[in-house]
């Protein structure tokens, strides 16, 4: 894909009307949204306008999110990788980069997986292998919390289905804490990723401590590891924009971000 396309789409994938912002020339670039985010996001990490003018970026509402739509609700993280790869094969991609935030980054972790050749390099904030207890706890009380008219309002703003999909969204977490099979990479599986990897998280991530983005570290081959000090669960915004946007568009390019022949 090398040709400017620009705008918001809509794909008919399997069971689901999936929307993608689509805008760009040059070889494409995946953007995957955390949980109850949508592919906007990222205009608060990237110049997505600067972007457009190196890579075909392809950002879409993942299923349930967004314009989204997610018949039969719940969903596992894998049914959302298979849903991006169909897009993806839609539209003719059959190599591409990507960047995941969370839930995003975990729906990578799949699609790398899956169908690793495709995947020329990748960036994971805030991902994991499989989900600790730490992690089912925090998603379990956020899918019983009750909800303030603020929070609907923030809500009603990004997701545009209706009150049943955000519903759905706030019940989503249980089902996730709930699931042992969905997210259960183990370093050998972890080690036939064949992208360029480089693991991003804060040191002070309450879902998932350090020792799991040092796990994926130590199992993905050609990984590196960027663990941000006194960084929350994916710090990416504010504060910690610029840093990340530039340290991992020099990744995406290829000038950093090499692991060394021998590792620890």
Excluded: K
Aim: hydrophobic content about 40%; some cysteine.
């Amino acid at each position: 894909m090398t040709t400017a396309q620009i705008g918001a789409r809509t794909a008919r994938l399997d069971g689901i009307e999936m929307h993608y912002d689509l805008h760009g020339e040059g070889e494409p670039l995946v953007l995957l949204h955390g949980f109850t985010g949508t592919s906007g996001d990222w205009g608060h990490v990237f110049d997505l306008a600067e972007l457009g003018r190196t890579y075909t970026v392809i950002a879409p509402d993942l299923r349930g999110h967004g314009r989204s739509t997610s018949p039969g609700a719940p969903f596992t993280i894998r049914q959302c990788a298979l849903d991006v790869l169909a897009l993806l094969d839609q539209l003719g991609v059959t190599r591409y980069r990507a960047v995941g935030l969370s839930f995003g980054a975990n729906v990578l972790l799949h699609m790398a997986t899956q169908q690793p050749d495709r995947v020329e390099s990748m960036i994971l904030v805030a991902a994991t292998p499989y989900f600790p207890e730490q992690a089912r706890a925090l998603m379990r009380a956020f899918s019983d919390a009750p909800r303030s008219a603020e929070e609907w309002a923030a809500m009603r703003g990004r997701h545009e289905l209706g009150d049943e999909q955000i519903l759905a969204l706030w019940r989503q977490p249980r089902h996730f804490a709930e699931s042992y099979d969905d997210m259960s990479f183990t370093p050998p599986y972890l080690s036939t990723i064949t992208a360029r990897t480089m693991i991003v998280n804060g040191d002070r991530d309450p879902f998932y401590p350090v020792e799991l983005s040092l796990e994926m570290y130590r199992a993905i081959p050609r990984a590196c590891l960027w663990i941000l000090p006194n960084g929350g669960h994916g710090p990416i915004f504010g504060e910690w924009r610029a840093q990340f946007a530039s340290a991992a568009l020099a990744f995406l390019r290829g000038e950093q971000g090499e692991p060394a022949e021998v590792r620890a």
